[in-house]
T-cell receptor, first 114, second 114 residues
Framework: TQLLEQSPQFLSIQEGENLTVYCNSS?????LQWYRQEPGEGPVLLVT?????EVKKLKRLTFQFGDARKDSSLHITAAQPGDTGLYLC??????????????FGTGTRLTIIP | DTGVSQDPRHKITKRGQNVTFRCDPI?????LYWYRQTLGQGPEFLTY????????KSRLLSDRFSAERPKGSFSTLEIQRTEQGDSAMYLC????????????FGPGTRLTVL
């Protein structure tokens, strides 16, 4: 069974601080996706990383895929209250019939205090 | 709005009743997924359709659960004889036909079984 562990599970920091969320697995994935989910809503895709060692930036968010494609990190610079939410990583594995199986991490609940 | 839509957004039912949820995917997407998300957890895969064919079912999908996608467009998920343990957010996602396409999630249906 593929497992994705996210750390920390909960993080509460002051506005303006930096933070890093980690997503680790013993399995290799074809790609890794990061989602943000608001209460009562579905996950919204932030980024997909495909190549080992890949780094993608989305404004103040920096995503990195590990060289071995087993782990990833999300770094937020100068956090703002609008960054508050549940951050989910999901590892993708291509299986039969063109199916992409997503295995989700347990999530990191981030609260930015104004 | 051209995103994934789900109906209803909230459903409260009594134990033992049957419920049915609907998912309308992004129109050009031929792949459709159902997930279940319980409080404090990431989504867990339930089942997958490519066009109208149901190609994979998780062991989480007991025989009280049935999903259909009769014309390869919208999909329904039915739960018979609901139990309190079925209380969760049920998420639908759709994906295009390319091997690198990603899944886009709907807003979910929150089910509460009393």
């Amino acid at each position: 069974t593929q497992l994705l562990e996210q750390s920390p599970q909960f993080l509460s920091i002051q506005e303006g601080e930096n933070l890093t969320v980690y997503c680790n697995s013993s399995s290799v994935f074809s790609s890794l996706q990061w989602y943000r989910q608001e209460p009562g809503e579905g996950p919204v895709l932030l980024v997909t990383v495909v190549t080992g060692g890949e780094v993608k930036k989305l404004k103040r968010l920096t995503f990195q895929f590990g060289d071995a494609r087993k782990d990833s990190s999300l770094h937020i610079t100068a956090a703002q209250p609008g960054d508050t939410g549940l951050y989910l990583c999901a590892g993708a594995t291509l299986v039969d019939f063109g199916n992409e199986k997503l295995t989700f991490g347990t999530g990191t609940r981030l609260t930015i205090i104004p | 709005d051209t995103g994934v839509s789900q109906d209803p957004r909230h459903k409260i039912t009594k134990r033992g009743q049957n419920v049915t949820f609907r998912c309308d995917p992004i129109s050009e997407h031929n792949r459709l997924y159902w997930y279940r998300q319980t409080l404090g957890q990431g989504p867990e895969f339930l089942t997958y359709f490519q066009n109208e064919a149901q190609l994979e079912k998780s062991r989480l999908l007991s025989d009280r659960f049935s999903a259909e996608r009769p014309k390869g467009s919208f999909s329904t998920l039915e739960i018979q004889r609901t139990e309190q343990g079925d209380s969760a957010m049920y998420l639908c996602a759709s994906r295009g036909g390319g091997s690198t396409d990603t899944q886009y999630f709907g807003p979910g249906t929150r089910l509460t079984v009393l």
